[in-house]
């Protein structure tokens, strides 16, 4: 009689225990979703970490931003437009997998703002000053003289890969003034205001200009490694005959090439950034 209770006991509790594992669980969230559904319900948690961010060393800036550069429509003073006048048209298309496009949302807390960029520029001209890049007489850069414009620079395959720079240029409102000593196109970073290209009218003839001094002073102020001359032997690199080119290193086994040139009867002094 006790063996056959036990029986029947462990019998009910085994069927027991199957109803509940196949009903329970459905009929428990049931029960919480009607304690939860159309209210709201607060609840304090603990700050999450702002996560792993890659950060782009400076050679690898240089580098994205020289691929986007040569993706588009160069910018050039109006001396090197007129000589690539013609081929202009070739350059509109984009290349390869890098994009440069005009951004025109308001930059993020960590970006130079349209109202900095000009402050910025100017602390920049005067670095170079002091570096012994620039002459003392390069005038300093104004609002109303100047078009500034936020651009993004992006490796289309590799998003992270990206860097945001202002263009500022001489505007076409000044066309008849005299440029003199004045800055006519740069890229500064949006981020650490530094001079990444430009070209400037200076009294200085080419015969005046240390090119590699130049070179040297600039990548200590950009951060960047020791530069190695670029080897070539073709004259028809540029358009003007007066210039000297560098290689450093980019990402990977990339490099970047930067120029130190002249244009001459014009006088203007630039620095530039190609792949």
Not at 40 to 65: C, F, P, Q, R
Request: hydrophobic share 40%; glycine share 6%.
């Amino acid at each position: 009689m006790k063996y056959r209770l036990k029986i029947t006991v462990f019998i009910l509790f085994a069927l027991t225990s199957m109803v509940l594992s196949i009903w329970g669980p459905e009929a428990l969230a049931r029960y919480q979703d009607k304690g939860t559904l159309n209210e709201i319900h607060a609840s304090t948690v603990e700050d999450a970490g702002e996560g792993y961010s890659y950060k782009l060393n400076a050679n690898e800036k240089l580098y994205i931003l020289s691929r986007c550069l040569d993706s588009q429509a160069m910018p050039e003073s109006e001396q090197n437009a007129m000589l690539h006048f013609g081929d202009a048209a070739s350059y509109q298309e984009w290349e390869g997998s890098y994009a440069f496009v005009a951004n025109y949302r308001s930059p993020s807390g960590k970006e130079i703002t349209d109202e900095q960029i000009y402050e910025t520029c100017n602390k920049a001209i005067d670095v170079l000053k002091e570096a012994g890049i620039l002459p003392e007489s390069v005038k300093e850069v104004a609002p109303a003289s100047y078009d500034a414009i936020l651009y993004s620079a992006i490796d289309i395959l590799e998003p992270r890969n990206n860097i945001a720079v202002w263009k500022l240029s001489l505007s076409n409102s000044q066309k008849n003034a005299n440029k003199e000593n004045r800055l006519i196109d740069a890229y500064i970073g949006a981020e650490d205001g530094k001079l990444y290209e430009f070209y400037v009218r200076t009294p200085l003839l080419w015969e005046d200009i240390d090119a590699d001094y130049v070179i040297e002073e600039w990548s200590s102020y950009m951060g960047l490694g020791a530069p190695q001359p670029y080897e070539s032997d073709n004259p028809l690199l540029e358009t003007t005959p007066f210039f000297k080119k560098y290689v450093f290193s980019g990402m990977g086994e990339e490099r970047t090439i930067v120029t130190v040139g002249f244009y001459e009867g014009i006088n203007e002094l630039f620095l530039k950034i190609s792949h």
